[in-house]
């Protein structure tokens, strides 16, 4: 499985990105509105970080399936064949308690997931898929590096917090 994104598997994925832009954009511009959409995308941007784990796999799978869904549209819509690779891209590394921090983010995620309405879990989906994908490309990649950052801040707090040290 190559963790590789295809510009076809890319335009998927901003296409994917447009339409919950736009969306948010043609209503109230409301910054909650933007929660359930932004919130997938951090998430699927942290599975990235979690290679040779569930989280992981499932971050793979998402990138070739982008990338086959993205190509045959391409080839089926313009007649164009095969586009290639665009530069890998990785957001960093997660320390131990960052990791346990992704995996507490995953299960309160999950019970969000559930209380959403069907709008909301469209949006949430939509963000997974696009944090899952984009990531993979060099660009979005960089401009998402903050993102191991604060899963790593939260994870050392709390293991400061549970060690007796400072509150929150």
């Known amino acids: 499985m190559n963790t590789t994104m295809t510009i076809g598997g890319a335009a998927i994925s901003l296409a994917i990105f447009i339409v919950n832009a736009r969306s948010w954009w043609k209503g109230n511009r409301e910054l909650k509105a933007l929660i359930p959409y932004g919130g997938g995308l951090v998430t699927g941007a942290s599975w990235t970080l979690c290679i040779g784990g569930v989280f992981g796999w499932v971050a793979v799978q998402a990138v070739d399936m982008g990338n086959k869904t993205g190509n045959k549209a391409v080839a089926a819509t313009t007649g164009a064949q095969d586009g290639g690779g665009l530069a890998h891209g990785s957001l960093g590394t997660l320390s131990y308690a ?15 997931w559930k209380a959403a309405g069907k709008a909301d879990k469209k949006r949430m989906a939509g963000g997974v898929f ?7 490309t060099a660009g979005f990649a960089k401009l998402m590096t903050w993102v191991p950052d604060l899963y790593n801040a939260v994870g050392a707090k709390a293991v400061e917090v549970l060690n007796g040290g400072l509150a929150l």
């Open 98 to 112: 960052g990791a346990c921090a992704v995996l507490v983010a995953a299960i309160v995620g999950a019970i969000v």
């Open 130 to 136: 696009t944090g899952l994908t984009l990531c993979a």
